[in-house]
């Protein structure tokens, strides 16, 4: 019985395609490590382009080439309705009237989608091993983001402000504090899985860690950032309680939900007393600042994108809205979407958006190997497409890596699962045939020794 249950969760995590673990070649060691780069790379991002784009370019030629991607037809769904998307934003961008930047715009969208599509595809080749590889380096990452933000914020060497914070707000590594903040939302919901799953007294390292980069998104400023936060750690907390088989795990995760309250009481009293930090966090913590309101603010400029998407079924064309008909973008991606790519690709978008919170939370609820896993990306998955109401994330690699794990894991599911069930009912035979009463054994059988019957004498 324990060779079948290991059969299972062996199957479980490498898709029931993989009858034995094969020697890994060293092409695909270098693919991996190359990876596990990548991911680390994508927290340096100064400028646009970023090394982290031309680095994930060769991803996307690399892992197909050495094997490590496996689509099948739900990811083939999924490209396909990227596809529909792309499309569409290249008929809408015919409308431009600066054909080159439009162009531009909608290039980085169309390698940002296939991007996504290969990283579901290595995710799905062996998504346990493969999800921890990206977590793992992601957490590299923004603990390198966080740890320049706060260097900057605090002003701990000379000429460090000026290069780590953006409008009086850390910003690390990045050149938006409002792209930072979210960033840092996945890795803090990873440390805390692995808090959740460390023995008590092997906690504390994890939760230094998400402790820091809970400090680091509070001192971003960024209001989309803290909602993402909220929004992510309240349904990682609700899906783990909910699905844990662990007594022990609902306590650790009520105990660091009290002791999250306790933190975050202190950071802010601590904040509070700083006068520039308390008015920069009551300033930032308002709902409506002076640049959302009046007809050339926020809300007014959405008034005019939902006028202009009535009247353009087609797009008008990527960047056309701020370059053209007001100051600014949209400020929310789902209404930005439409401009730039139509009735059609923004519908696409809209569609995408939708089937990976439904079918994710439908799989959330069901128990795989992955599924502590996948509970992290779902959470964080939904805490950013929350945060899209109020933000153009369109073009955030993040965004875009979240839903590859989120459908990769899905699809992997759907590949193991008839290599586990076979394997269940192995194991259930086996266990049935074990413990059913043997049936008496029959009595032995007596032998006799043979008649002699006296043949009669006709003498």
Do not use: C
């Not at 805390?192 to 007294?201: C, I």
């Amino acid at each position: 019985m324990r060779a079948a249950a290991f059969n299972i969760a062996r199957h479980g995590t490498a898709l029931g395609h993989e009858r034995a673990a094969p020697r890994r070649s060293i092409a695909h060691w270098l693919a991996l490590a190359l990876v596990a780069v990548t991911i680390v790379s994508s927290g340096f991002v100064f400028s646009e382009p970023a090394p982290v784009d031309a680095l994930t370019i060769g991803l996307i030629v690399l892992l197909p080439v050495v094997g490590l991607v496996v689509f099948n037809p739900m990811l083939i769904a999924y490209f396909s309705l990227w596809t529909i998307a792309g499309a569409s934003a290249v008929l809408a961008a015919t409308f431009s009237l600066d054909l080159g930047l439009t162009l531009t715009h909608v290039g980085v969208t169309l390698y940002l989608t296939l991007a996504s599509v290969v990283f579901a595809g290595f995710i799905a080749k062996s998504p346990s091993a493969h999800s921890e590889l990206i977590l793992k380096a992601w957490t590299w990452a923004a603990v390198a983001a966080a740890s320049a933000g706060l260097i900057g914020y605090f002003e701990l060497f000379p000429g460090a402000y000026d290069l780590f914070t953006k409008f009086d707000r850390a910003s690390g590594t990045f050149k938006d504090p409002n792209v930072f903040g979210p960033f840092l939302v996945t890795p803090l919901i990873y440390m805390v899985h692995v808090a959740l799953n460390r023995a008590w007294h092997r906690m504390l390292a994890p939760l230094a860690v998400a402790g820091m980069l809970m400090l680091t998104v509070l001192l971003s400023f960024s209001r989309g950032a803290w909602m993402n936060l909220a929004v992510a750690f309240s349904i990682f907390g609700y899906l783990t309680l909910l699905t844990s088989r662990r007594a022990v795990t609902r306590v650790k995760l009520m105990a660091l939900l009290a002791g999250g309250m306790l933190f975050t009481a202190g950071l802010l009293t601590v904040a509070l007393s700083s006068d520039t930090i308390s008015d920069l966090l009551t300033q930032r913590s308002t709902l409506e600042m002076e640049y959302d309101t009046g007809t050339e603010g926020r809300f007014g400029g959405q008034q005019k994108a939902i006028g202009l998407i009535a009247e353009n079924p087609l797009g008008l064309g990527a960047l056309e809205f701020g370059e053209r008909y007001h100051p600014e973008e949209v400020h929310n991606v789902y209404l930005s979407i439409v401009l730039n790519a139509g009735w059609l690709g923004g519908g696409v978008y809209w569609i995408l958006v939708g089937l990976t919170a439904v079918l994710g939370f439908r799989h959330a609820l069901k128990a795989t190997p992955t599924q502590p896993l996948f509970l992290v990306v779902f959470a964080a998955f939904i805490g950013n497409a929350l945060e899209g109401i109020i933000i153009d994330s369109d073009h955030w690699r993040h965004f875009y890596l979240l839903a590859a794990m989120v459908w990769g894991l899905m699809s992997a599911r759907t590949l193991a699962q008839p290599v586990i069930e076979a394997a269940w009912n192995t194991t259930s035979a086996r266990l049935t045939a074990r413990l059913r009463p043997a049936a008496p054994a029959p009595p032995p059988r007596q032998h006799r020794a043979p008649r002699i019957v006296a043949t009669p004498s006709f003498a």
